[in-house]
């Protein structure tokens, strides 16, 4: 995980190449005979008609070199981190959603869920102190009191069915806050179903060397000052988050719940 956290500087702006008020593009195209040829000749296929037309008329800011460096970029986030194993063969949530995790298992995996969880908001309140812009410090306090438990706020929700507290799209702008909508309280929830009580979970000192580190770089690098690099760390993150472990996290914990006769709050 900590290897996608280190693109650093080379994510400006994820997927787009920014030069001014201009946005470079990837995008495969079909006709334009003419761009394609001047495409081929320069090493600049995959980009679109409309950036190709700058470099070709010279645009200010668009250059061939430019365009080339561009294409390697894009090429090496497709190719070193869309493809890294933890974001496309992840081997621990691969054997997790299988469910033949054991009582000792699980009760280490929530504890260590249960101290990221906390030690995530540290992280996530000084990526809000350290936003470049109002637009981006808004953006990371959506996901800093979301995971609070304010709930967002939109017309189309999907609710747990007990609490009513779950929406997974919207704004927390004007949001209710419940404290069983916090992500530490639901963990704590799984953790009183197996045995576990708040003085078990979420503390510093219950993190394993490996759960301290990884929290540790989101610090450094997730909440950096410098915005490329908390950019980049920003998309590894997430792409990693959209890869679907959490889905296989929650089929590991209904194969567990039936093979033990009980009744998890997921």
């Known amino acids: 995980m900590l290897w996608l956290l280190n693109l650093r500087r080379q994510v400006v702006y994820i997927m787009t190449f920014v030069y001014g008020s201009d946005v470079w593009e990837i995008k495969l195209h079909s006709g334009h005979t003419k761009l ?50 933890v974001i496309n063969d992840n081997k621990f949530t691969a054997w997790f959603s299988c469910g033949e995790i054991n009582h000792k298992q699980l009760e280490s995996f929530l504890v260590q869920f249960s101290v990221f969880s906390n030690l995530f908001i540290i992280a996530q309140l000084l990526k809000t102190i350290n936003a470049n812009s109002l637009e981006a410090m808004r953006a990371s306090k959506e996901i800093l009191v979301n995971e609070l438990g304010v709930v967002f706020r939109s017309e189309k929700q999907q609710h747990d069915d007990q609490t009513g507290l779950v929406s997974t799209e919207g704004t927390v702008d004007g949001g209710v806050f419940h404290f069983k909508a916090a992500h530490f309280e639901w963990l704590l929830q799984l953790g009183s179903c197996i ?22 770089e989101l610090n450094r690098l997730y909440a950096n000052e410098d915005y490329t690099i908390s950019q980049a760390s920003s998309y590894a ?26 009744k998890l709050p997921i």
Request: net charge positive; charged share 20%; proline share 2%.
């Open 237 to 262: 993150v997430e792409n990693w988050a959209a890869a679907g472990f959490w889905k296989q996290l929650i089929n590991g914990l209904k194969i567990y719940q039936q093979q033990n006769d009980l």
């Open 195 to 216: 045995g576990l009580d708040f003085t078990d979970m979420g503390k510093r000192r219950h993190g394993s060397e490996s759960t301290l580190f990884f929290c540790d």
């Open 36 to 85: 394609n040829d001047f495409a081929s000749k320069n090493q600049l296929q995959g980009i679109t008609p409309r950036t190709l037309e700058f470099i070709a008329n010279a645009k200010p800011g668009y250059t061939i070199e430019k365009g080339q460096q561009f294409i390697h970029f894009h090429n090496r986030i497709a190719n070193q981190l869309l493809k890294h194993s």
